[in-house]
Nanobody, 129 residues
Framework: EVQLVESGGGSVQAGGSLTLSCEAS????????MGWFRQVPGKERDGVAA???????NYENSVKGRFTISRDNAKNTLYLEMNSLKPEDTAMYYC???????????????????????WGEGTQVTVSS
């Protein structure tokens, strides 16, 4: 059974930092493209960052230079390091996975949620001003 379990969310003040983790199980983690997404109530789920099986990364424009996505294949874990947090970063954050054979050929599309097959339950991030 595929499982993705996010952790590391919480409440921080603007300018602070958090690191999210996503522990994966039930599939060959190293063979999957992975992504982080976020959603606020009443809005669509948006891509934040993505990483392919070769560790190539892509970011949504508003988080470039502040967030870093990484993966540890030995630990089956995906990370999202978030620095210089802003109130507009407040959202539920989800990790997601898609097998390599279904990753988009155009890498820039990897931040789009429609490519992903498996999803975690999310972890809440709240940034206060």
């Amino acid at each position: 059974e595929v499982q993705l379990v996010e952790s590391g969310g919480g409440s921080v003040q603007a300018g602070g930092s958090l690191t999210l983790s996503c522990e994966a199980s039930g599939f060959t983690f190293s063979s999957y493209c992975m992504g982080w997404f976020r959603q606020v109530p009443g809005k669509e789920r948006d891509g934040v960052a993505a990483i392919d099986i070769d560790d190539k990364t892509n970011y949504e424009n508003s988080v470039k230079g502040r967030f870093t996505i990484s993966r540890d294949n030995a630990k089956n874990t995906l990370y999202l390091e978030m620095n210089s947090l802003k109130p507009e970063d407040t959202a539920m954050y989800y990790c997601a996975a898609v097998p390599r054979e279904e990753c988009p050929i155009l890498f820039r599309l990897l931040v789009l949620p429609q490519w992903y097959k498996y999803w975690g339950e999310g972890t809440q991030v709240t940034v206060s001003s």
